[in-house]
């Protein structure tokens, strides 16, 4: 009887858990789709070039590249994808937060630990996501729409492949920005010491390079190395938080 009750109470507040998730997600989902014009705007101002890319010539093909609706409800669908990516992300820190409560009870987790790298994950992905939004795509799309106009076609784009190409180029380099803490987490566990990562700073670096060569936007070195240049700096900066703070340890 008593493991039944027992049960019972905590299927009770997985259920309340859920309806608060859920609200949680619906209130992110309604206020950004009632603002989801804006952002549209925002993103398509600060992302794409629209002004003329060779000033005094006539050609249709160097016009400003404007984004294109392919069917009656891309418009529409674009929005709904764009508010439902926010309510969730808007949710993902209560369910962080309830899931280390129930984790808690169970395990001796350093809760102060825990959150202080959280906050570094957070800084960092902020600063991945700002790099990535206000510097190194502006600059790709400027030259994918220059090798667009140079093939004597005008840039028209789809507005759902131009926010999901945006979306996922956000969070892959966004996250990326999370290497020197996976770095300087394996070092202080333990797993890795500082003078392996010393000794083997140019494997890592040819990785780096080759990771960003996969994941940047255009063919061309630029992005390749704006975005590989940031990620040596931050492993270079892991190597001396580490050892900063395995000399406090000892």
Known sequence: MDDTLSWALVIDQ???KIFQIVAIIFIGFFITFALSD????KIT????????LTSGQTNPCLAPTQLISTSPVEVVMVKLQISLFVGIALALPFIAYWVMRRLRRRYAINVVSVATWGVYAVILFEIGFSFT???LLPQAY???VGFTTAANVIPL??????MFFTVISILLFSFSFEFPLVVTWLTVRGFVDVA??????????VLIVFVAAVITADPTPVSQLLLSGPLIF????????SSVILRKAR
């Open 196 to 205: 392996t990562l010393k000794a083997r700073r140019k494997h890592v670096y």
């Open 157 to 162: 784009f789809s507005i759902n492949q131009f």
């Open 14 to 16: 997985i259920k309340r």
């Open 133 to 135: 939004y206000f510097f």
């Open 234 to 241: 931050l492993y270079e900066f892991s190597i001396l938080v």
């Open 38 to 41: 804006r952002i549209i705007r």
């Open 45 to 52: 101002d600060d992302l794409l070039p629209l002004e003329l």
């Open 142 to 144: 400027k030259i994918l």
